[in-house]
């Protein structure tokens, strides 16, 4: 049983559209990260949000953690082929142990 | 640095060989962890390491058994691999009561 349900499972849009991708669950977690995993590599952390309402913004990425700190959001603005992978949400539960969301594969065409 | 590093990138096995993933760490990491991802189904806790010297089970510990050499190196062992075991095989680290992990390559293993 997946604790964090992301959606969309895939998206597909064309370069300079705007994204959102979801991050849901009905447990509280202590922190919520994004990773980005490329194809045959592992996953790399893009941010990390503790703060119940706390958005950060990376260039053209803004994530943003709900109030009840059980879901999250990253917004994707002027997507390029270079934002193409997989996008995975993790929650941090202060056990040592993180739980992943499926994953959502986004794909930007030229 | 060469951050997590992970033995072998790929592997074949038939049904019921052994084999040992090996992974290291040089960041000076306290925590290890093994996962196993398959397709629509992200990434599956096996087995991990809050520090040196302590291992437990993860969601799906079933088929496998770790070992933590030291602080460097947790490796991961299949006994008898059977074909539900093809996956892509990550370990990650991190450090004591952080929550951000930090991710090898993989080694992406076929049960035959």
């Known amino acids: 049983t997946q604790l964090l349900e992301q959606s969309p499972q895939f998206l597909s849009i064309q370069e300079g559209e705007n994204l959102t991708v979801y991050c849901n669950s009905s447990s509280v977690f202590s922190s919520l990260q994004w990773y980005r995993q490329e194809p045959g590599e592992g996953p790399v952390l893009l941010v990390t949000v503790v703060t119940g309402g706390e958005v950060k913004k990376l260039k053209r990425l803004t994530f943003q953690f709900g109030d009840a700190r059980k879901d999250s959001s990253l917004h994707i603005t002027a997507a390029q082929p270079g934002d193409t992978g997989l996008y995975l949400c993790?929650?941090?539960?202060?056990?040592?142990?993180?739980?992943f969301g499926a994953g959502t594969t986004v794909t930007v065409r030229a | 640095n060469a951050g997590v590093t992970q033995t072998p990138k790929f592997q074949v096995l038939k049904t019921g060989q052994s084999m040992t993933l090996q992974c290291a760490q040089d960041?000076?990491?306290?925590?290890m962890y093994w996962y196993r991802q398959d397709p629509g189904m992200g990434l599956r806790l096996i087995y991990y390491s809050a520090s040196e010297g302590t291992t437990d089970k993860g969601e799906v510990p079933n088929g496998y058994n770790v070992s933590r050499l030291n602080k460097r190196e947790f490796s991961l062992r299949l006994e008898s691999a059977a074909p539900s075991q093809t996956s892509v095989y990550f370990c990650?680290?991190?450090?004591?009561?952080?929550?951000?992990?930090?991710f090898g390559p993989g080694t992406r293993l076929l049960v035959l």
């Open positions: 993790a929650g941090g539960t202060n056990d040592y142990k993180l739980s």
């Open positions: 960041m000076n990491h306290n925590s």
């Open positions: 990650a680290s991190s450090l004591l009561g952080q929550e951000t992990q930090y």
